[in-house]
């Protein structure tokens, strides 16, 4: 079955740290998709990155990067010199539900202080 | 501006009454979909449609219904026979996933939500 965790609940980092959101995923789709999203505390997602399990590319943009390693099932997120704006909930997901869905990790909510 | 918009924001129902919950997108995208969300956990799927006049029930799709008359509209109403209905409400669209090369999965995006509560 397909599973997403996030075994980080809470973090919570002091402005300028950089932080490392964790995601380790369960499939058994040969072909998949992982998505990251951000949720600020106006509670609407916003889609970060989209990432075809064929493509183990690292990604950066910006302050964030992607490491997507097949070999672990993993796909963590990580925030450099991070900002009080940083501040939200961060959902990993995995294509593959069986409505066409995303199956969503349970979130960790990420605390920058000034 | 393209997006889509849900309303009312916040929603207020006494127990035993329907509500609906209103999705709106004018993305042109094919797909819609219903989440819930609770309080430290993840989004599950309440209803998905993937054309007009056309939608299946997700994880947890007791205790809801929904209807899509239109490619551009898909409400949710909660019935009295949810038992836990206090939750936020997210609805989602996205490209058909069919369109496009074979396995492709397009993103989706969100509204901004509907936070229902039971008094």
């Known amino acids: 079955a397909q599973k997403v965790t996030q075994a980080q609940t809470e973090i919570s980092v002091v402005e300028k740290e950089d932080v490392t959101l964790d995601c380790v995923y369960e499939t058994r789709d040969t072909t998949y998709y992982l998505f990251w999203y951000k949720q600020p505390p106006s509670g609407e997602l916003v889609f970060l990155i989209r990432r075809n399990s064929f493509d183990e590319q690292n990604e950066i943009s910006g302050r964030y990067s992607w490491n997507f390693q097949k070999s672990t099932s993993s796909f963590n997120f990580t925030i450099t010199a991070s900002q009080v704006v940083d501040s939200a909930v961060y959902f990993c997901a995995l294509s593959g539900g069986s409505q066409g869905n995303l199956i969503f990790g349970k979130g960790t909510k990420l605390s920058v202080k000034p | 501006d393209g997006g889509i918009t849900q309303s009312p924001k916040y929603l207020f129902r006494k127990e035993g009454q329907n509500v609906t919950l209103s999705c709106e997108q004018n993305l042109n995208h094919d797909a819609m979909y219903w989440y819930r969300q609770d309080p430290g956990q993840g989004l599950r799927l309440i209803y998905y449609?993937?054309?007009?006049?056309?939608?299946q029930k997700g994880d947890i799709a007791e205790g809801y219904s929904v209807s899509r008359e239109k490619k551009e509209s898909f409400p949710l109403t909660v019935t009295s026979a949810q038992k836990n209905p206090t939750a936020f409400y997210l609805c989602?669209?996205?490209?058909?996933?069919?369109?496009?090369?074979?396995?492709?999965?397009?993103?989706?995006?969100f509204g901004p939500g509907t936070r229902l509560t039971v008094l």
């Open positions: 989602a669209s996205s490209i058909d996933r069919y369109r496009g090369s074979l396995n492709s999965y397009n993103e989706q995006f």
């Open positions: 449609s993937q054309i007009v006049n056309d939608f």
